[in-house]
Each structure stands twice: as C-alpha cells, then as structure tokens.
C-alpha cells in the first residue's frame, strides 16, 4: 500500500502561483510513476502530469505544460506541483496519484492508471 497526502491548496489572484506538495509513504518508490490529476465542481477528474520516480522523466498536457512543472525529492519521498501563472480556469481540486510503473502504462492520464490516491487539495484561482 502507498499513502499519498496532499498539501499546499489555496486561494490566490489570477496570475499567481502555488506549489502543492505530495508526501508518499507505505512502499519504496523507486519503480512508481506519480501524477497529479484535478477535478473542477461538475466535471471529471483530468490529468495534469506524470513524473516517473527514478528516472525524473515528466509529462503535460498541452495546455498546461509551461505554467506547471512537477518534480520529485527522492530524499523526502514528496512529488510537488509548481503552478505559475494561474487562472481561474485552474480552479479545482487537486489530486496525487501513484501507480507500480511495471506492467500496462498505457493508461498514464488517466484515472484508471493509478492505483494510489491522495485526499486532495483545493485550489481557488479568483480573476
């Protein structure tokens, strides 16, 4: 088992930033790839991004990759979320995910792809 909890959520302006920050415990990570995926009020929960833990590789969606960059520090087993630039557009919650990088990965970005999840962590963006 892998807990994941997340941290850093909050109300900032348009054009701000946040870093949200997700602790995982319970397994050694060396073979997981993380991902953070949020979910606005009515819709369902999409990507943001992947990150494999031990080799650092990372990927965005297009409409994001620029203004959020996700990195890892193995030392803390914590995967982080820079978001820069926001928009109200980017308001939601946010949610960590793991998953055992061996085995079917071709669903990457997508909630079934993961089998670890954090609570979540809100994020307002006013204009």
């Known amino acids: 088992q892998v807990q994941l909890v997340e941290s850093g959520g909050g109300s900032v302006q348009a054009g701000g930033s946040l870093s949200l920050s997700c602790a995982a415990s319970?397994?050694?990570?060396?073979?997981?790839?993380m991902a953070w995926f949020r979910q606005a009020p009515g819709k369902e929960r999409e990507f943001v991004s992947w990150?494999?833990?031990?080799?650092?590789?990372?990927y965005y969606i297009d409409s994001m990759r620029g203004r959020f960059t996700i990195t890892r520090d193995n030392a803390k087993n914590t995967v982080y979320l820079q978001m820069n630039g926001l928009k109200s557009e980017d308001t939601a919650v946010y949610y960590c995910?793991?998953?055992?990088?061996?085995?079917?990965?071709?669903?990457?970005?997508?909630?079934?792809?993961?089998?670890?999840w954090g609570q979540g962590t809100q994020v307002t963006v006013s204009s």
């Open positions: 995910a793991a998953r055992n990088s061996f085995g079917d990965n071709n669903y990457l970005m997508e909630v079934r792809g993961y089998d670890y």
């Open positions: 319970g397994r050694t990570l060396t073979n997981y790839i």
């Open positions: 990150i494999t833990w031990n080799t650092g590789r990372t």
